[in-house]
Structures are given as C-alpha cells and as structure tokens.
C-alpha cells in the first residue's frame, strides 16, 4: 500500500462523499465517490461539475534566472508568456524522450508557477535552479479545485466580474467568496472550464459554497477518475498511464518521444537549447508507435492494458478506456503500430473481459476544434 505524505485539506469532504482517498503523487485523492461515475461525466459535458486536483503539484519560481530556467527545463520558448498568462509545455530528458508535462503560468515579471503531475518536474526544477538568482518553493497550501462545464462561466459570472473575458490559458488573481483566489482558464476536460487555486485554510469555504449555490444548476462534485472518461474524448495523455513507463517494451527502457505521444506541438518552432532538444530532433521518424484512438464496437468499456490485434498479430495495447452514455460509444485510447494509427484502419480487441472489433479513429472525439475550451462570452 502506498504511503501518502501530502495532506488532503478536504478529506473529511471526500469521505462524507463516499471516497476512500487513494493514494496518488503521494496526496490522498478522491478517486471514486458513492455514485454512478457515468452521471458525473453526463454534468461536466452538460452543466459542470468540481473537482479537487489538488493532489498538482505546484512550484513558485521567483528571480531574474527563473526565465532560463524553465526555458531550459521546458520545450517553449517562455520569453513569450506574459503576465496573466500560461503555456502547456513537457520535459524531457538527455535522451529525448518524455519525463513530465506542466502548465506554465507567469503571475509578475520575475515570478511564475509551474503546476505537474506525478513525473520528475520538481526536481528538474530544483536541479537547474541551484547556483542561480531563482527562489524555488514548493507550495503544498494551495489547492486547486476545477469547475468545470458549460455553465461553469454562468456560475462564476455571479460573482467574479469580467470572468466572462478570461481567455484560454490566461488567469487572473481575484476574490471568491470573500476569499482570494487565482482563477485559471484552465483544466483536464475538454470543456469551458475554470482551476482555482486557493489557499488551504479557504479550501472548504470555496468547495461548500460552489456545492450549495450550484446544485440548483445541477453542479456536483465529481470524484478524479471521471477525468479517464473525460480525456479520452478529450485526448488529454495522463502520465505515466498512457506511456512506456505503464506498458513497458520487452527489450527496452521506459521512455517515449513526442513524436509517439502526438505532443511535438509543444516545442517552440525553431527551440533550440532546451534540455534533451538533439536527441528530440534527431528522432523523428523513428516512431516505435504512435497514440492514437479507438472506436470499439461494443455497449460498454474496454479494460486498461487490454491487447489490439489486426492481421492476426498484437498491433497495440489499450491505455485508456471510455464508455459514454451521452453518446452510446465505447471509445478508448491505444498505443498502435504506426501503420495501425490511420483513421478506419479495422482492428481488434482482444481482453479478458472484452473481445470486439474496433476501428483506429483520429482524436479527440470530442469537440476537435476545440470550440468549447477556447469559447469567450
């Protein structure tokens, strides 16, 4: 059993809800409620529901180096975000391949916050910062709950003036509830969205209150695996979950390019200089698989790790699987052979509780262009 070593400032919440606060990155987390996690999947895409993420790590890098810190630790060019502002970005190691993915956010001139989940951001961080004018905390108080769905705008609107403005990856520092909080145009949905980060000992105020003015809109907490449901529509990758790292190669180490993982948006064009940038260059065109989508004939989900085979032969492997009852598909997303990862390619899946064919299928399912996120008004 792992041993968690952060604190859940909002266990006691969890609980009441039927959680029994599973370990992950090391903070007790809400992985399931007493519910049907198909009605919370049904609020987030159709009204909005909350979340707590807090289990994100979040680093405060504040100095005149912080800058070329992160521009070498991350693949964009970080001169570019200016205050009020955030960027995805990934890491990578010496040998090119994927270590992490964080959000950016630039809070002043020489300060910034970098929020990861469970690969080795932090300590990149603290390893280029040594000897350098960059002051680096690690903030545990704060937490992060996501509102998340369509009418999380209209409920925000109620009390945030000018929420209604904020931009796709742009944040702004304000008061909820009496309570100051920074809101971030942000999340892990796919949907219009909001993350509000807020201090520990308002954590309980801010949850309350958007659970009891909310549920009049039909906004309910919703527990941390509903997020597998939602980024497989959304194909938003979850580390290590969808890597090497959980499906290892029988005769090689764990690690994987962005080329494979569909991520090579997020170097900067024409970066140079950041960590492990040769090697990353130097791979493309040497994809071993590629990330792609599966549509599955079936009237329910798939299992993790379940095998995809075509031609007689094991041609991938299932990293995660989705069954929606908005639309009736069983979708998943897979490693595939890259010959595999073209759009109707017929494949199959052969599990321990699933056999059904299947079609390869381009992501995201949901929403491609990305209206919904990126919607202002």
């Known amino acids: 059993m792992t041993v968690s070593w952060r604190t859940a400032v909002l266990a006691d919440r969890h609980r009441a809800l039927g959680s029994k606060l599973e370990d992950w990155s090391g903070m007790p987390t809400a992985w399931t409620y007493d519910k049907d996690m198909a009605a919370e999947h049904v609020a987030i895409r159709t009204k909005a529901g909350l979340m707590d993420v807090s289990g994100l790590k979040k680093i405060h890098m504040v100095g005149p180096h912080a800058l070329a810190v992160l521009d070498y630790i991350t693949t964009r060019d970080v001169s570019k975000i200016t205050p009020g502002r955030s960027v995805y970005a990934c890491m990578l190691n010496d040998r090119g391949l994927f270590t992490d993915d964080c959000i950016i956010y630039r809070t002043g001139p020489n300060a910034w916050m970098l929020v990861h989940g469970s690969g080795s951001g932090h300590e990149e961080v603290v390893k280029?910062?040594?000897?350098?004018?960059?002051?680096?905390?690690?903030?545990?108080?704060?937490?992060?709950?996501s509102l998340q769905g369509p009418l999380a705008v209209d409920f925000l609107a109620k009390y945030v003036p000018g929420i209604r403005d904020l931009?796709?990856?742009?944040?702004?520092?304000?008061?909820?509830?009496?309570?100051?909080?920074?809101?971030?145009?942000?999340?892990?949905?796919?949907?219009?969205?909001?993350?509000?980060f807020v201090r520990g000992q308002d954590a309980a105020k801010v949850w309350d209150t958007i659970v009891a003015e909310g549920a009049e809109m039909g906004i309910i907490p919703c527990c941390f695996s509903v997020l597998d449901m939602l980024r497989v529509e959304s194909y938003l990758l979850f580390y290590p979950y969808d890597n090497s790292q959980m499906y290892p190669f029988a005769d090689?180490?764990?690690?994987?390019?962005?080329?494979e993982l569909g991520l090579d948006f997020t170097v900067s064009p024409g970066k140079t200089g950041f960590r492990g940038a040769e090697e990353h260059y130097r791979l493309k065109g040497k994809e071993r698989f590629r990330i792609f989508g599966m549509l599955i004939e079936a009237d329910g989900p798939a299992d993790l790790g379940d095998e995809v085979w075509a031609d007689s032969k094991k041609v991938g492997v299932i990293t995660c699987p989705?069954?929606?009852?908005?639309?009736?598909?069983?979708?998943?997303?897979a490693r595939l052979d890259v010959d595999k990862a073209v759009q109707g390619t017929p494949l199959e899946v052969r599990g321990k509780s699933l056999s059904a064919k299947a079609i390869a299928h381009t992501l995201p399912f949901d929403d491609p262009e990305k209206k919904k996120r990126t919607a202002l008004g």
């Open 322 to 333: 989705c069954y929606s009852t908005l639309t009736g598909k069983s979708m998943a997303i």
């Open 167 to 196: 931009k796709y990856f742009h944040h702004m520092q304000t008061t909820l509830f009496g309570v100051p909080v920074m809101i971030s145009r942000t999340g892990y949905t796919g949907e219009r969205g909001y993350e509000l």
């Open 252 to 259: 090689q180490p764990p690690g994987d390019t962005l080329w």
């Open 128 to 145: 280029q910062s040594m000897g350098r004018n960059c002051a680096v905390l690690f903030d545990d108080d704060l937490q992060d709950l």
